[in-house]
């Protein structure tokens, strides 16, 4: 079944089309990566796909509903969350207060004034079970402006997993992180597999291939081939325009 | 605070055992010496402590300590200041202030605290009238006066068409109001400029489309310069000025030429022929360096009227002490001066017109008399005491 | 309890013992002037609230001050001298106020936020100005303190000074709860990462504006209190130079801490006292004062005194 | 009537010329290199003091005007090196208190120095008189030099910005000082220059207006607030904006305070006209710049955010 189908998506800054006719199905439970080279429109992509960003025109049908004009709050209560690329967690916060503040947008109201919410432990308690999925529990104190690179790109999983999305639009989570650490983020995409819908752009080609279901290629704002892993790696088109230059 | 209050007991201790009277008069200075309009404050000020200089620091014979303080132009400061000066410093008199804003903000705070009021420029109409307050004197004028006093010379001359021109607030309102009262011409055009405004040359354009037999103004401060300085800019010099707050000795200093021959009204001059004076005005511009504006005279006024009073009367009883400011004869540089049952001035206004002095500063200069003991709109419904 | 409240409580009872102080050395007048401290510290908590906790850096807040005196000026013309409505229709007032100009403001981002919320001050400026009914310019004077439960207990100056510090506590007390609860940690992450508030469910705006709208009604509160202690109303409440020196205070005493910004009102107040006692030209001793704090101690007093703690501890 | 209108409008577009004369250093410390400068103000005040100083004491106009722009580029110079170059890299509200706290430094400085009496300067010969034009109606030559003057500054800092290799390193600096520093500009000495460059523009406003206005102590708060409003109704960062902002806000202005009025008339009882002409005239410049900011929230010609 279709969770999120995107017709003819139109972006444009003056002459440049970033997002030129764009289309895409995704598939519920798959993981499916977006690959393309740099400039292809992917960041655009994700920013029209998460409500960030207006589309010119085209859809985009979530779930069945038209989601197109819909901000992105709304589209995160709908079940659309997102990863930044650039970490944008709060500072000052510690871990688990970057993550109870996204368990207390979709649960109950925020308009409230006197109870300390340090103390609602519904709270706390799933965010710790967020942040014991990706391997943080122990670090739960430390604000996130003291963490690793690393351990910032798991907090930046967590707090979209405690949205508890149906869709998970990820923007190169392993960008900028070591070896070790990003194979312990490979493992944890690999163990969210099957949990939870997921587009993921990424630029670790090993990571790409190893992690998807299915992989459509982005030039120029349209996509150009679309298949799983290993019809991608023969598809002649595919390796003439991207990956004959990056990665074999 | 706590020092003051020390050396107040010292002092009370040393002087003459057994007179208890022997502390010295305390006199609070409350004008506005900050922002803009400090220049009148400290013209005020300078006329206060030229006339302690010249009774040799005492009043009455009565030494005294004058306890000079910033009003900043803010009435909830001023009050707090007020009451400063009467609770914590112990200040029996309080001659002040300048903006009748002010007056309204620390007449409760000095009268409640046991203090007489002298007001050396402010005499808003609500303390004239059925607000009148015993504690209260007023010494330079009520308000309107100087308006309606234009308003009377504008028709006497003859002039049969006017256009007034005042700041959109308050007082530019009743100032206006003042001059209508008395002006039996007809009224143009009234413009309404705003609060510090700085370019007047649509309102310039108006006056002279309109070419009225003069113009009245109600300026006061920067907003007078500008406009008189653009006044003549805009080849208007043959437009009679006539104005009131706007063209004095503390603004004529950056108007200068541009301000020649304009009229304005009042009850004291620099040149104004009363015993004593010329030498007041001498001694002014030998002590700070410029030409005395009103607000100086009014406060050396007040000095002198307390000084009558307390030799009269003394400080212990505040009620003699009231009597005396109400009847005593001083020597005021206005000439001949009494209280109305308001407890403001009944006195003569002149016409007066922006001259050049032989030493080359500009000052006002009374031309005639145009109208003898003068008594306020309001006085008649006072009815205190 | 971790520093910051005992820092404030200890602040609060500073203040309580100030008219047991200066009825001892006989100078009634230091609980006038502890008074003035109260109210402006209930204002630059107010202030505290949008700019420390939401980055909202309001140059209009003096507005809220005067719409709460001028309605204590408005209800006893009206015959309602009971301070607890007086303070209702204040809240009410600036409520409303907050809402229209807020909804408008809260649209644009940093500079102009600040240039557009001055803009709404200076609006309210000149309407109360050109309001004649209430002395325009002048302003008007009250004729006597409000009263509570139709006593005139207030005209007792301690007695009046304990009432404002009960608000103070109030105020202090209830926007400590405010910044811990739920509100106040949304609030927070719209200052930290608007677009992740976003990416996490949230619309901003709205709770911006429920905070805007929040602070306005307890500086309107402040103003009420204001106007009681001068007896006084006049539109010089809501000049841009007074709202230049909330911001100061907050800075002065540290952004974003309820404790710095009584500080700094604390500070502020006494310091302009003090100064002004000792020389006409106070104010360049107050700007060389401010220039230091600000190019030396950028997190203000309360950075300053953690500094020091730090450094006595290391 | 016609005439009368297209004189007002005349006036107005006087009014904001010298507004934006004004503005135009503060667009360039402002806009450019997005500093927030309260101080301003007491710069523009500080160049009609120097100026009515050098005027009387050297007798001439034009040799006080001289004197009056070098001392004030020298204070911009001073100023930047003592106070401003710690100051770029913190948050705007530091630098509103601390250009807060030198207005306040600056303003009882020139109180002390020259006390608060407004002063006079002197108009030079070559510029007095008006010449007439419909009517009785006249039009002052000074006020015709002002509007060359700020053509001339709105030319200049255009040409300045768009057309020279320091304009474009400035633009290039403000968005990315460490890239513009890895080229091996020294920017900091750029921003140096830029900053005396905007205090001077404020001297010279205010040595230019010296003659038409009061020389007193309020002379700069009065006016920083209406630059601040031209700047952001134009949009911060571009002079354009600056120019269209300040010709919006002087028209306005001039011709709502005269015209709006009789324009309310048309449409209520005239007491009713007269009251809220008094209410809403003191209001329209920050009325017309809540509604400008509602519908572009960057200004007229702001870059979006």
């Known amino acids: 079944m279709t969770l999120l189908a995107v017709r003819d998506l139109r972006k444009s800054y003056g002459a440049l089309a970033v997002t030129d006719g764009l289309s895409l199905d995704v598939a519920e439970g798959e993981l499916h990566a977006i690959i393309g080279p740099n400039g292809a429109g992917k960041t655009t992509l994700i920013a029209q796909l998460s409500g960030q960003l207006a589309p010119d025109s085209g859809s985009v049908t979530f779930d069945g509903t038209d989601i197109t004009r819909t901000d992105m709050a709304s589209r995160v209560r709908a079940g659309l969350a997102r990863s930044f690329q650039i970490t944008t967690l709060m500072p000052a916060m510690t871990a688990l207060e970057n993550v109870a503040l996204a368990v207390q947008g979709r649960s109950g109201s925020s308009f409230r004034f006197w109870r300390p919410v340090a103390a609602e432990a519904a709270l706390n308690d799933q965010a710790m079970t967020c942040l014991a999925q990706v391997g943080l529990a122990d670090r739960a104190d430390r604000p996130a402006a003291a963490m690793s690179h690393g351990e910032k790109r798991q907090l930046e999983l967590a707090v979209a997993l405690a949205c508890r999305p149906r869709l998970l639009l990820l923007d190169e989570p392993l960008a900028g992180t070591g070896p070790q650490e990003a194979e312990r983020l490979v493992a944890l995409l690999e163990a969210l597999k099957g949990q939870v819908t997921m587009v993921l752009i990424e630029h670790d080609m090993a990571a790409v291939f190893a992690l998807a279901d299915r992989i459509s290629v982005l030039v120029y704002g349209q996509i150009v081939a679309s298949g799983g892993p290993e019809e991608i790696r023969q598809d002649p088109a595919v390796r003439a325009a991207y990956l004959g230059e990056e990665a074999c | ?385 | 309890m971790s520093a910051a409240p005992k820092a404030a409580i200890a602040l609060l009872i500073l203040l309580a013992l100030v008219p047991p102080a200066a009825a001892a050395i006989g100078d009634p007048f230091l609980t006038v002037i502890a008074t003035r401290m109260a109210v402006f510290a209930i204002a630059a908590l107010s202030l505290d609230l949008i700019l420390g906790y939401g980055a909202l850096v309001s140059f209009g807040h003096a507005a809220y001050l005067g719409l709460g005196a001028y309605a204590v000026a408005v209800c006893a013309r009206h015959g309602i001298t009971d301070l607890f409505l007086q303070m209702g229709a204040a809240a009410l007032a600036a409520a409303l106020f907050a809402a229209v100009s807020g909804a408008v403001s809260l649209r644009t981002r940093g500079i102009y936020f600040i240039m557009i919320t001055l803009a709404f001050g200076q609006m309210a400026y000149f309407f109360f100005v050109s309001l004649s009914a209430y002395g325009g310019d002048d302003g008007t004077a009250l004729a006597a303190r409000s009263t509570l439960f139709g006593r005139a207990w207030l005209e007792n100056d301690t007695a009046f000074f304990y009432m404002v510090l009960a608000c103070l506590a109030l105020a202090y007390g209830g926007l400590d709860r405010l910044v811990h609860a739920r509100f106040g940690r949304v609030l927070t992450g719209t200052r930290e990462s608007e677009l992740r508030m976003r990416a996490i469910g949230y619309r901003p705006f709205r709770y911006r504006l429920a905070a805007y709208v929040l602070s306005g009604m307890i500086c309107a509160v402040a103003g009420v209190l204001l106007a009681n202690q001068t007896e006084y109303v006049s539109p010089a409440y809501m000049a841009w130079t007074r709202s230049g020196e909330l911001i100061v205070m907050l800075l002065l005493g540290g952004v974003g801490t309820l404790a710095g910004a009584m500080a700094g009102a604390l500070v502020t107040v006494g310091l302009e006292e003090l100064l002004a006692g000792w020389s006409e030209h106070w104010r360049l001793c107050f700007g060389l004062i401010l220039l230091a704090v600000v190019l030396w101690s950028p997190a203000g007093l309360t950075g300053l005194l953690r500094r020091l703690l730090a450094g006595g501890r290391r | 009537m016609a005439n009368l209108f297209l004189l007002q409008l005349l006036n107005g577009a006087q009014f904001g010329i010298l507004l934006f004369l004004v503005a135009a250093g503060l667009t360039l410390v402002f806009g450019i290199m997005d500093f927030i400068n309260l101080a301003h103000g007491v710069l523009y005040m500080l160049g009609a003091y120097l100026m009515a100083m050098f005027a009387l004491e050297t007798g001439s106009f034009w040799l006080g005007l001289l004197l009056a722009l070098a001392t004030t580029l020298v204070v911009g110079l001073v100023l930047e090196w003592l106070v401003f170059r710690r100051l770029y890299d913190r948050p705007h509200l530091d630098q509103v208190l601390a250009t807060f706290a030198l207005m306040l430094i600056l303003s009882e400085g020139v109180k002390i120095l020259w006390g608060s009496a407004p002063l006079n300067v002197a108009m030079p010969e070559l510029l007095s008189g008006s010449i007439p034009l419909a009517g009785p109606l006249r039009y002052p030559v000074y006020r015709i030099a002002i509007i060359v003057a700020g053509l001339a500054t709105a030319a200049g800092l255009w040409w300045l910005i768009a057309r020279t290799r320091a304009g474009m390193l400035l633009r290039a600096g403000a968005s990315n000082r460490p890239m513009v520093a890895a080229l091996g500009t020294d920017i900091s000495r750029l921003f140096l220059l830029v900053f005396a460059l905007g205090a001077m523009l404020a001297g010279f406003a205010g040595a230019l207006v010296s003659p038409v206005l009061s020389v007193d102590p309020g002379m700069g708060d009065s006016i920083l607030i209406l630059t601040f409003v031209v700047i952001v109704i134009g949009g911060v960062g571009s002079v354009k904006g600056a120019f269209a902002g300040a010709l919006l806000v002087g028209i306005v202005d001039t011709v709502g305070r005269i015209f709006g009025p009789i324009w309310l008339k048309l449409v209520m009882d005239p007491a009713a006209a007269t009251q809220a002409g008094r209410v809403l005239a003191p209001m329209l410049v920050y009325l017309l710049m809540a509604a400008v900011l509602s519908w572009r929230p960057n200004g007229l010609f702001g870059r979006p955010s």
């Open chain 2, 1 to 385: 605070m706590m020092r003051s209050t020390l050396s107040v007991f010292a002092l009370c201790a040393a002087a003459l055992p057994g007179l208890a009277a022997a502390d010295p008069v305390k006199v609070g200075l409350l004008l506005t010496l900050s922002g803009p309009p400090a220049v009148l404050g400290e013209h005020a000020r300078d006329g206060a402590l030229l006339a302690l200089k010249k009774l040799d620091g005492k009043l009455g014979g009565e030494a005294a300590e004058f306890l000079v303080t910033d009003a900043e132009g803010k009435p909830d400061i001023a009050a707090q200041k007020a009451r400063r000066l009467v609770e914590s410093d112990g200040a029996d008199v309080v001659i002040g202030p300048i903006f009748s804003n002010i007056m309204a903000a620390i007449a409760g705070p000095v009268t409640e605290g046991g203090a007489f009021l002298l007001s050396p420029n402010a005499g808003p109409s609500v303390f004239a009238g059925e607000g009148c307050n015993p504690d209260i004197f007023v010494v330079s004028y009520q308000n309107d006066q100087p308006d309606q006093v234009m308003g009377e010379y504008a028709s006497g001359a003859g002039y049969g068409s006017v256009v007034l021109i005042a700041p959109n607030y308050q007082a530019g309102m009743d100032h206006l109001g003042g001059f209508k009262r008395t002006y039996d011409g007809d009224i143009t055009a009234e413009l309404m400029t705003q609060l510090g405004q700085l370019d007047y040359s649509a309102e310039l354009a108006q006056i002279a489309a309109y070419q009225p037999d003069a113009v009245y103004a109600f300026l006061p401060g920067g907003m007078g310069v500008n406009f008189v300085k653009q006044y003549q800019q805009a080849g208007l010099s043959g437009i009679p000025m006539m104005s009131s707050f706007t063209t004095d000795e503390t603004t004529l200093p950056a108007m200068q030429d541009a301000a020649l021959g304009m009229l304005s009204s009042g009850s004291w001059s620099p040149d104004l022929d009363v015993p004593g004076n010329a030498e007041f005005v001498d001694d002014f511009i030998a002590e700070y360096g410029r030409v005395p504006a009103s607000y100086a005279a009014y406060a050396y006024d007040a000095v002198m009227l307390l000084d009558t009073a307390i030799a009269a009367a003394g400080t212990e009883d505040r009620d003699a002490l009231r009597e005396a400011l109400r009847t005593v004869d001083f020597p005021s540089l206005r000439g001949k001066f009494s209280f109305g049952a308001n407890q403001f001035p009944v006195q003569d206004f002149y016409l007066t017109e922006v001259v050049q002095r032989a030493d080359g500063a500009y000052a006002t200069s009374a031309k005639e008399l145009v109208t003898a003991d003068y008594v306020d709109a309001y006085a008649d419904a006072c009815t205190a005491e």
